[in-house]
T-cell receptor, first 112, second 113 residues
Framework: AQSVTQLGSHVSVSEGALVLLRCNYS??????LFWYVQYPNQGLQLLLK??????LVKGINGFEAEFKKSETSFHLTKPSAHMSDAAEYFC??????????FGAGTRLTVKP | GAVVSQHPSWVICKSGTSVKIECRSL??????MFWYRQFPKQSLMLMAT?????????EQGVEKDKFLINHASLTLSTLTVTSAHPEDSSFYIC?????????FGPGTRLLVL
């Protein structure tokens, strides 16, 4: 069975500060890992994905994530937070059968 | 990635009525679509996997007779909430799968009075 755990249900940063959202996974097969962003009353937008190619994955809006097998982690980072980054972020894991499991989500607040 | 639409975006109905939600894949032929529901401030919960031309696969605890899913074409899947009750009020989101990646629709907010 596959699962992800997001550490911290709420993260608050100042505008211009580093954003770090943590995600650890559990998978019995090589995982496919994803980060999605959700704005209020909207669906999920794909930020980036890891599918066994490069371990450092760059996504949209300046976000990136690094797959670390030894730590079973896939943390999401952005060097400088912008007000528009305030949203809910979900980490997800998928296997060969497209069955995707989501973390509980992390709400990012950006302070001016 | 695939572009997915949902209709309607909002629906309010009376208790006991049925509501149909459409999920369309606009630029991708989707053999598999997924239906999720999301309660306020919670994560997504997979309800069922919709397979084109065959019966949907429901997650444990999801009533298949209450949440009817039809995937009649490669671009359209529908979710019908039958005899809706206030506890069915939620945010329903569909997605399509393309090479292990899911692309999501904008969601449908259902309020049952």
């Amino acid at each position: 069975a596959q699962s992800v755990t997001q550490l911290g249900s709420h993260v608050s940063v100042s505008e211009g500060a580093l954003v770090l959202l943590r995600c650890n996974y559990s998978s019995s097969v090589p995982p496919y890992l994803f980060w999605y962003v959700q704005y209020p009353n909207q669906g999920l937008q794909l930020l980036l994905k890891y599918t066994s190619a490069a371990t450092l994955v760059k996504g949209i809006n300046g976000f990136e994530a690094e797959f670390k097998k030894s730590e079973t982690s896939f943390h999401l980072t952005k060097p400088s937070a912008h007000m528009s980054d305030a949203a809910e972020y979900f980490c997800a894991v998928s296997g060969n059968n497209n069955d995707m499991r989501f973390g509980a989500g992390t709400r990012l607040t950006v302070k001016p | 990635g695939a572009v997915v639409s949902q209709h309607p975006s909002w629906v309010i109905c009376k208790s006991g009525t049925s509501v149909k939600i459409e999920c369309r894949s606009l630029d991708f032929q989707a053999t598999t679509m997924f239906w999720y529901r999301q309660f306020p401030k919670q994560s997504l919960m997979l309800m069922a996997t919709s397979n084109e031309g065959s019966k949907a696969t429901y997650e444990q605890g999801v009533e298949k007779d209450k949440f009817l899913i039809n995937h009649a074409s490669l671009t359209l899947s529908t979710l019908t909430v039958t005899s809706a009750h206030p506890e069915d009020s939620s945010f329903y989101i569909c997605s399509v799968a393309d090479s292990w990646t899911q692309y999501f629709g904008p969601g449908t907010r259902l309020l049952v009075l």
